[in-house]
């Protein structure tokens, strides 16, 4: 189900308030705005966060660290998962099959936690040394795929 194909419930749309047309209409000359004062101008009113002048929440809590725009987000897979798992050669789309990483699209990095005592063909945009180290040292390959900025 998807927010578009929800049906409207039935008082959830109201009709729009009619202002400016006249004293008889009920809301003419100041069109519910009230008489002068910041709210009553066009564009008045505060910004988000202002609390009259007190010093804002967002202000007054103290922001710490660093946030790296650039960072790239992987996808991480350990040794031992391929020990588990049937097969001879493994990529991004079939450990997303198997469902050991999501089919999200981050690029793919093997760690070396745990044992592999089989060779098999990994296929991914990262490796940990000490992991290639143990997946080449079981009879295996590691295939480093391009596409995605390798990080360390």
């Known amino acids: 189900m998807k927010l578009h194909s929800l049906p409207a419930i039935k008082g959830s749309t109201h009709r729009h308030k009619v202002l400016g047309r006249g004293r008889g209409s009920g809301h003419g000359k100041t069109s519910g705005r009230g008489h002068k004062g910041?709210?009553?101008?066009?564009?008045?009113?505060?910004?988000p966060g202002f609390e009259g002048g007190q010093m804002p929440l967002y202000r007054r809590l103290p922001h710490r660290g660093f946030r790296n725009v650039n960072r790239v987000e992987f996808a991480v897979v350990n040794v031992r998962d391929f020990q588990e798992l049937e097969g001879k050669s493994f990529g991004p789309a079939e450990l997303?099959?198997?469902?050991?990483?999501r089919a999200d699209g981050r690029p793919l990095k093997v760690l070396a936690a745990g044992e592999l005592t089989r060779a098999v063909t990994v296929s991914a945009h990262g490796f940990s040394a000490s992991a290639k180290a143990k997946?080449?040292?079981?009879?295996?390959?590691?295939?480093?795929?391009?596409?995605?900025?390798?990080?360390k």
């Open 96 to 101: 997303a099959a198997a469902g050991v990483i």
């Open 38 to 47: 910041m709210k009553a101008r066009s564009g008045g009113g505060h910004r």
């Open 135 to 151: 997946i080449e040292a079981a009879g295996g390959k590691a295939v480093v795929l391009g596409g995605q900025a390798e990080a």
